[in-house]
C-alpha cells in the first residue's frame, strides 16, 4: 500500500507542488494505524481529485522535470495532466551524444525527424539523411529548405557518383580495404576467407595504379575487382571463396549499383558534409546494398572525422533510417567495430539520429549510448519492455507507451530530463510534392 501511495504523492507533485511532500510525510509519521489511514484516505482523495479515477484513464503520469524549456532545438511540449504544456527543448552540445528514435510505423517518426531536420538547416547545421523510402526528399517542399541537396541512389533522376573504394583523406587505401571487407562480411553474410581474397585482389588493383607509390590515378572500382578475381585460380576451399567473392562483386557490377558505385572521379564526400544532404537508397537497390552503403558511409564519416581531431562543438549530423540493418542485435560483438565507432564518433563533433521501428532489434550499447531516447507508440512486447529499460521506467509504468496518440512519445535526455511525456509539433510538409522532375534542376 505504501508503495501505491508514494506513487500518487509523486504523480500530485506538478499539480500541488510542496503539498505532495507534506501529505506523504503526514502518511509516514503518523503515529497511530487510525491517524495512517486517515492520511492516506486523504492521499486517495487528492489523488482523485487531480489525477481523475485511477492511472488506466489513458492518461501519462510522468513527472515534468524543471530546466526543459533550455536549449537551441525546439522538440515539442511537455504534457502532465491538469498542468499547461511547456516546452522541451534539445541543446546542440546533445546531438553529439545521438539521438534514438523508436516507433511502429505511422507513429510520427518520421515528423519527428523533419521537426529536428528544420531547425538544424535554420541553424545553418549541416546533415545526411540515408533514407530508405524517399520520405526526406519532402522537405523540399519547405521555402525555407529548396537548397536541400537530394540524391538518388541507383537511379538517374539524381545520381550519386560515388565510389567506395575511395578511401577517407589521409586514410591508407589498406586500411580502407579492410574495412571495406569486414562490411561485406556482415552485409553479404560472407566469410573471413572470402574477404581474404578481396582484400588480395584490392590491395593489388591500387598497387598497380600507384597508389603505394605516389604515382595515384584514377581510383579502382568494383569492375576492376571482379576481373582481377575472375582471372585468378585456386583450389579446394579457396576456389569455393573466389565464388562468393564474385558473387558479391556482382551485386555491385550489376543492375542499378552498377552506376552508382563505379565512378573513376567519384563525388568527394566530405564535400558532402558541409551541406543538408539526403541519400535515398529505396527498393530498386538490394537490401545488402542498402545495408553496405549505409554502413560504409557512418564509417567513412568516422575516419574523416578522426583526421579533422576533436571538437567540443557540433559538426555535423547524420541521419541513419532503418537503423537495425546497421546496428542488428546479433551483431553486438565488439569486434565488429561499430560500438567503438558509436561511442567515440561524438568526440569529434559527429552527431547521429537512428531511427527504426523496434527497440528490441537493437544492440545495448547502441542504446546504452545514446543521449536523448524518443519512444513512440510500440505494440510487440518485446519493444516496450525494451524501452522501460531504456527509460528507466518504474515497474508498470510501460503501459503508458500504449497510451500514446500519433505525434507523442516519452522523452529521455541523459542527465537533464527524465522520462516524461512529449507532443510533437506537425510539420506542414507537403508529401509526395517534390517529383524526381524537380530533383533534375
Sequence with gaps: MSEELRSICQRLKPLIGDSADALWI????????VHKMESAHMIRMMGVTHLKQNVTDGDVFLTPSS?????????????????????????????????????????????????????LHRKKIPFMVIDWKRSYRNLRSAPAMKDLKV????????PFDWNPLRPPPK??????????????????????GVADVLI?????????????????????NF?????????????????????????????????????????????PLESLLQSSVVLELDMELPKAVRTFLSEVILRWIHLYRLGQGETPGLRHVLLLEEAHNIFPARHDD?????????????????????????ASRLPIYLLGNTGTLILMSLTHEADIMAARQALFLKRGDEVYLDYLKVGEGIVKVKN??????????????????????????
Design 416 to 441: 537533464r530530463i527524465p522520462a516524461c511525456h512529449v507532443r510533437f509539433p506537425l510539420v506542414p510538409i507537403k508529401i509526395g510534392l517534390v517529383k524526381d522532375e524537380d530533383l533534375m534542376k
Design 171 to 192: 586514410v591508407h587505401p589498406q586500411t580502407w580495404i579492410q574495412i571495406l571487407a569486414e562490411v561485406l562480411e556482415k552485409t553479404h553474410a560472407s566469410g573471413q
Design 67 to 119: 530546466g526543459s524549456e533550455l536549449g537551441d532545438i525546439r522538440l515539442g511540449e511537455v504534457l502532465y495532466p491538469g498542468r499547461e504544456p511547456s516546452a522541451l527543448h534539445l541543446r546542440t552540445q546533445e546531438f553529439t551524444r545521438h539521438i534514438g528514435i523508436f516507433a511502429t510505423s505511422g507513429a510520427g517518426k518520421t515528423n519527428c525527424a523533419f521537426n529536428i531536420l528544420r531547425q
Design 26 to 33: 503526514q502518511y509516514e509519521l503518523s503515529e497511530s494505524p
Design 151 to 158: 540524391y538518388t541512389v541507383g537511379r538517374p533522376a539524381a
Design 200 to 220: 588480395e585482389h584490392a590491395d593489388k588493383e591500387f598497387a598497380a595504379r600507384g597508389f603505394y607509390d605516389n604515382n595515384a590515378h584514377d581510383f579502382p
Design 334 to 358: 565488439p569486434n565488429s567495430g561499430l560500438e567503438n565507432i558509436y561511442r567515440e564518433i561524438r568526440s569529434f563533433g559527429q552527431g547521429l539520429i537512428a531511427i527504426t521501428q523496434h
Design 223 to 267: 569492375y576492376d575487382i571482379r576481373n582481377r578475381v575472375d582471372r585468378s585460380r585456386y583450389g579446394g576451399r579457396r576456389a569455393l571463396w573466389r565464388d562468393s567473392c564474385l558473387r558479391i562483386l556482382r551485386t555491385f557490377t550489376f543492375g542499378p549499383a552498377a552506376e552508382a558505385f563505379n565512378m573513376r572521379q567519384p563525388l
